[in-house]
């Protein structure tokens, strides 16, 4: 493969292997979106939009601020919905919680839950994508479009009850996922044009609350921003997610490894603008090697492919970071989860990998008012890497338990209900 523009001068890892259609676009991809002027002008992951159901927010910032540097810092209220925005800086992206006030309310982001088994208990629930951050906002969307992307009208963005200052792309048929774009210089506030901005004293409440208990636990420093943000995706869709990213955002492809002992691979890109995922997170697709139908007769696990077969593809996990080094020779990842554990937060196992591998990580069980699982990472002596493959295995094992019962659960539900 030929790699002469700034995009494809990153070595490739991994051991996976792609298909021919996937190393050829990949390349004719990254090279007109360079020769575009698209690389330099979208940048960072800028925030990330998640929903949840009505009433959830308020114990879903609290949770969020014990478990991670975010911090409340207002909300934007819109006819149907309270959006509330958590920030730790402006170096790393926000999150924005947006709550329908009415769970009556029907919409596109329901929609996509409402035909998975799991999904359609909390049918307003989910995460809905990311915001890059750009610097000609109007020339980013029309090269994109000139390129077969379709973007939400300014009339849908209103009715959508969605930043006014933001293109939108419509949900990806591989991740269901958006992508925004928001024209900002790299030092001017980050601004959301949705409604009346005001400070909750509830939200600021539960906020303040699990601050004073990261504090007292000793862990409020311990905890870094968002390492990587990792999205299940049914198998055949792997290669097109992962190209379609690439040809939305100014990231690049770092590999792709084979999880043979879970039937799965994991398959990361990176910023080409910054090295440190803490400034603009890795974004990761995770895939089944075979699709569901076929793995009764080969007899291989299905945890990837049966997660998105109960929710749908979307965000699987949202990993931070730890810091390296130790708290009286207890590593702080040990130290962080101890101590969260504490506080009634459940986990799906034991801290995996070790210091001689280079990184311990730990999956947290699914939230209840977002479903989504909370990684953390501590990387040791400048490791580069995301994972090791026996983490993997153990993690994707765990997390596929926990949605079987969870699956079970809900069967069980509308069996009574019947």
């Known amino acids: 493969m030929t790699r002469t523009s700034p995009s494809l001068s990153f070595p490739v890892q991994g051991d996976k292997e792609n298909s021919s259609f996937f190393n050829e ?20 992951i800028d925030a990330m939009m998640l929903a949840v159901d009505p009433g959830k927010a308020i114990e879903y910032i609290n949770e969020l601020c014990l478990m991670s540097p975010y911090h409340y810092r207002f909300t934007l209220e819109s006819e149907s919905y309270w959006t509330h925005v958590l920030r730790i800086d402006m170096n790393s992206p926000d999150l924005l919680i947006r709550e329908v ?40 969307s029309v ?19 969605l930043p006014g200052n933001m293109a939108i792309v419509k949900p990806s048929p591989y991740t269901h996922n958006i992508v925004a774009y928001l024209e900002r210089e790299p030092e001017a506030l980050r601004i959301y044009a949705l409604g009346v901005s005001s400070i909750r004293s509830d939200a600021q409440q539960a906020c303040d609350l699990a601050k004073q208990q990261q504090a007292a636990l000793g862990i409020a420093e311990l905890i870094l921003p968002v390492d990587h943000l990792a999205t299940r995706i049914y198998s055949q ?11 939305l955002s100014s990231y690049y492809y770092w590999g792709s490894f084979d999880i043979l002992d879970r039937n799965s691979s994991t398959n990361v890109t990176k ?10 997170p890795a974004k990761v697709f995770t895939a089944n090697n075979t699709p569901y139908f ?22 699987h996990h949202m990993a931070l970071a730890v810091k390296d080094g130790d708290q009286q020779g207890v590593e702080n990842i040990e130290f962080v ?27 947290s069980s699914a939230s209840e008012h977002s479903s989504l699982i909370i990684e953390y990472v501590q990387r040791f002596g400048g ?9 993997v295995a153990q993690l994707t094992h765990a997390a596929g338990i926990e949605e079987t019962l969870l699956l079970m659960q809900t069967q069980a539900q509308e069996t009574m209900q019947v």
Request: glycine letters at 6%.
């Open 271 to 280: 910023s080409i603008h910054y090295s440190d995922e803490l400034r603009s």
């Open 25 to 44: 676009y990949l390349s004719i991809l990254l090279e007109e979106r360079d020769a575009l002027g698209l690389s330099d002008m979208i940048h960072e």
């Open 143 to 161: 090269l994109q479009q000139h390129r077969g992307f379709r973007f939400f009208s300014q009339d849908d963005v209103r009715k959508l009850e």
């Open 294 to 315: 076929v793995n009764h007769l080969k007899i291989c696990p299905s945890p990837t492919e049966n997660f998105v077969r109960n929710y749908g593809p979307r965000l």
């Open 337 to 363: 989860v101890d101590a969260i554990r504490g506080q009634g937060k459940s986990f799906l196992l034991d801290v995996v990998g070790s210091k001689d591998e280079g990184l311990k990580q730990i999956f």
């Open 237 to 247: 869709n792997r290669e097109v997610a992962i190209l379609e990213w690439l040809s």
């Open 101 to 140: 006030k009415d769970e009556t309310i029907k919409g596109i982001f329901r929609s996509l839950n409402e035909v998975f088994p799991i999904g359609t208990s909390k049918p307003h629930s989910r995460y809905i994508g990311e915001v890059l951050r750009v610097s000609n906002l109007h020339e980013v």
């Open 383 to 391: 490791f580069q890497g995301f994972f090791t493959k026996d983490n």
